[in-house]
């Protein structure tokens, strides 16, 4: 049986330079948009009541995910950071200088790769954003779709293109399932665990230009948002304006990725307090 180890990268209020929409090359322009106190408290609720949520699911617990944020990073919120991620012992948090974003990512997960396994599933999740409970499990499932192109060229992709788009913009959620190829979120890069790269080597939208990508299709695996903030957006405006969630798209929010869809809107709506983090 082939090993593989599953290795993601989560950027949390990161200061690199490139690699986001908005990338002043002004470092101090960059940190006074990261630190915004109304930018901080919402990725807080995001990263709270949509990423950690799904993380905690998986049905394979035997994955690591890298948080990598800024050393300037202003000490209650990485006190508060800590305090959302201290019972999930698959989170590790680099805290780092500021650098070109290809070369931090790479030296971010550098010490956590496991050098004796046969491949590495290199997978980045964005702090607003989920993986489906199975992504984990699935990812190592499927890796024999991806081995003849994995043997022959030394890399090979992964993406599930089936997911729910949710805006969190508006006082009530939107949200509709939608089939979207190469979005970065549910999407594995297999490479042999001696290649110094990351899941960030490549623009994922065109990951299958310089790989062969297998897709799978057959349920919802991602929950890509749309908010005040992120990059995202962009790809909003390229969609029609999203419908109201129903009742069946909370189910599968709770069912497929451990989101309480109205305690999401809740906590959006008054604005949640950091909690008490412990002396």
């Known amino acids: 049986m082939t090993n593989i180890q599953a290795l993601g990268i989560c950027r949390f209020s990161y200061d690199s330079s490139g690699g986001f929409a908005y990338s002043s090359d002004d470092l101090e322009k960059r940190r006074q948009f990261l630190f915004d106190p109304k930018r901080m408290d919402e990725r807080f609720t995001l990263f709270e009541h949509i990423t950690l949520p799904s993380l905690r699911a998986q049905t394979d617990p035997d994955f690591l995910v890298v948080i990598v944020t800024s050393m300037a990073l202003p000490e209650i919120y990485l006190e508060r950071l800590f305090h959302l991620i201290k019972d999930i012992p698959q ?85 509709q399932p939608r089939k979207i190829k190469l979005t970065g979120i549910s999407q594995a890069v297999f490479l042999p665990p001696q290649v110094n790269k990351s899941s960030f080597a490549w623009g994922h939208y065109r990951l299958d230009d310089f790989m062969q990508v297998h897709v799978d299709p057959r349920q919802e695996m991602f929950v890509r948002s749309f908010n005040n903030f992120n990059d995202s957006r962009m790809l909003l405006s390229e969609c029609a304006e999203l419908p109201a969630i129903t009742a069946h798209t909370k189910k599968r929010l709770r069912a497929r990725f451990g989101i309480d869809a109205d305690a999401l809107e809740t906590a959006l709506n008054r604005g949640d307090a950091p909690p008490q983090t412990d002396q």
Do not use: W
């Open 91 to 175: 989170i590790a948090v680099d805290i780092r200088p500021p650098q070109g974003h290809a070369k931090a990512m790479r030296k971010a997960i550098a010490p956590y790769k496991d050098m004796a396994v046969d491949a590495v599933a290199h997978f980045r999740i964005d702090d607003d954003d989920a993986v489906a409970c199975d992504f984990v499990q699935l990812t190592k499932q499927l890796f024999p779709e991806c081995q003849e192109a994995f043997e022959a060229d030394g890399k090979a992709g992964l993406d599930f293109s089936k997911g729910i788009l949710l805006e969190t913009s508006h006082e009530n959620l939107r949200a």
